[in-house]
């Protein structure tokens, strides 16, 4: 599966990027977009391990680097279309510490009529383990009615291209 660089273009998201890895975890595989991302010393809380939202941090990062590849969003919202998420679930696995890497993987799972599943991993370099394992749900949404919409065919075309599978509805 190839996964390509790719600088986020935001100046305070510099330090994530989804690469070409080029050893990645069999943890990883089937997951079309890493992310990889350094554990910095300030996600660590006062209990000396990352904090919780970081974790979701990193899954946001990871996720939105996935719709921004297959143009899960046109015009930026209030004019257009978006994604707004509509739930997520985590479950923690193992703490993390500074210092270490993350990837986080993402792929999608499912297609509906106006959504998509997405599961992601986030895995510890310095450990190779997965650390949390992420399941969400966005929705593709018209920002000016507010109202959900079908997700276009040719970004279902888009997800099966990167992912590398067809998808039914």
């Not at 974790?55 to 899960?72: D, I, P, Q, T």
């Amino acid at each position: 599966m190839t996964r390509e660089l790719s600088q986020f273009g935001h100046p305070h998201l510099s330090s994530f990027y989804t690469e070409r890895v080029t050893d990645p975890s069999p943890l990883l595989s089937g997951y079309p977009i890493v992310t990889t991302i350094p554990v910095l010393w300030g996600d660590e809380d006062s209990f000396a391990h990352v904090n919780n939202l970081i974790y979701l941090r990193w899954c946001e990062a990871s996720r939105v680097e996935y719709m921004r590849r297959v143009a899960f969003w046109g015009d930026p919202p209030p004019n257009g279309t978006g994604p707004i998420l509509a739930s997520v679930k985590c479950d923690y696995k193992i703490p993390l510490t500074y210092p270490d890497t993350i990837d986080v993987g993402t792929r999608v799972t499912a297609i509906g009529n106006s959504s998509l599943r997405m599961d992601q991993i986030v895995v510890s370099r310095q450990l190779q383990a997965i650390a949390a394992i992420v399941d969400s749900t966005a929705v593709l949404l018209d920002y000016r009615t507010g109202r959900p919409v079908r997700v276009p065919q040719e970004i279902r075309d888009s997800i099966a291209t990167l992912e590398g599978r067809s998808y039914t509805t």
